[in-house]
């Protein structure tokens, strides 16, 4: 069986900096592409940051410059940097993993964490 779970979220000011993890257990083989996913109120769910196995990293536009992803793949986990955080960062944080394990590759979405930016 696998778990994925995530921590670090929480209330930061504005201009603040946050890092987010997000931990693999269970019988894994491997683990491909990693990435975070944020939703705010009303809004759809957006790619924030992925990284792949090489670790070869992709952004969305609105966080390109302040965060930064990466991965220590001995310890099954990605981490999200969040710098300069703003008001517009304010949403529920989400990994998603492609993960080989004994049941297959599958895709796996963590708990979601929040985090919100204010004064």
């Known amino acids: 069986q696998v778990q994925v779970v995530e921590s670090g979220g929480g209330l930061v000011q504005p201009g603040g900096s946050l890092r987010l993890s997000c931990a693999a257990s269970?019988?894994?083989?491997?683990?491909?592409?990693m990435g975070w996913y944020r939703q705010a109120p009303g809004k759809q769910r957006e790619l924030v940051a992925s990284?792949?196995?090489?670790?070869?990293?992709i952004y969305g536009d609105s966080v390109k410059g302040r965060f930064a992803i990466s991965r220590d793949n001995a310890k099954k986990t990605v981490y999200l940097q969040m710098n300069s955080l703003k008001p517009e960062d304010t949403a529920v944080y989400s990994c998603?993993?492609?993960?080989?394990?004994?049941?297959?590759?599958?895709?796996?979405w963590g708990q979601g964490t929040q985090v919100t930016v204010s004064s």
């Open positions: 990284i792949t196995s090489t670790g070869s990293a």
């Open positions: 998603n993993l492609d993960i080989f394990s004994a049941l297959g590759v599958k895709n796996y």
């Open positions: 269970g019988s894994i083989f491997s683990i491909f592409t």
